[in-house]
């Protein structure tokens, strides 16, 4: 919460510092709540921070990961790829957006990422396409991908599935519904299965 008054909002946190106790989040402006986080200035404090909550991202030795990241699903891309590399995997990084000017974090996901594939919708800046297209030629490619993690646009999520469901691989997606709160308390965030 910003302030006393505030609404609790659910964040990912895109990274840390244990030794300077610090958290960085990413916030894209869309309410009344990020738009007055947007304000905030060096120095200034906010009410409250509650977390972690839910479950944190299983990290282990598979080999080779693609991390795919659509949007600000880059925030938390990041450091899941840094702690997958740091367990001897493998990362191939895909960074996609609508145009170029949306395009953040690339020189921290480069630094974390064995290579890195940067797409736009509109061709605006690297090569033009979706993510799911440099994902499929990866796997079409008889390169053997162990993991596939995706987190970005749900619409992004579901056809990076679709893409590697005929190929076997195991992916996990980051389901991120509207959320008020980020408890489960009132229900909106539940997802519907099957």
């Known amino acids: 919460r910003i302030d006393e008054t505030g609404e609790r909002i659910p964040l990912t946190l895109a990274d840390w510092d244990t030794k300077d106790g610090t958290v960085t989040v990413v916030v894209m ?3 009344t709540t990020s738009a007055k986080l947007a304000l905030l200035q060096e120095g200034d404090s906010i009410t409250d921070l509650v977390g ?10 598979y080999g080779i990961v693609v991390c795919v990241a659509g949007g600000v699903g880059v925030a938390p891309i990041t450091p899941i790829s840094r702690a997958l590399k740091q367990n001897g995997n493998k ?60 987190i ?10 679709k893409t590697t469901e005929p ?18 308390m009132c229900g909106c965030c539940r997802v519907s299965v099957g």
Request: net charge neutral; glycine share 10%.
């Open 29 to 31: 402006e869309v309410g």
């Open 52 to 61: 972690p909550l839910g479950l944190p991202s299983h990290v282990d030795k």
């Open 91 to 150: 990362i191939i990084s895909i960074l996609g957006a609508r145009r170029k000017d949306l395009i953040f974090w690339e020189d921290e996901l480069r630094s974390v990422s064995d290579r890195l594939i940067i797409t736009t919708d509109d061709g605006s800046y690297d090569r033009k396409g979706l993510v799911t297209e440099p994902l499929k030629e990866l796997l079409e490619s008889g390169k053997k991908i162990d993991r596939v993690i995706a």
């Open 152 to 161: 970005g646009p749900s619409i992004m999520m579901k056809f990076c599935s």
């Open 167 to 184: 190929f076997g691989v195991k992916t996990i997606v980051s389901l991120n519904t509207i959320m008020v709160d980020g408890t489960g």
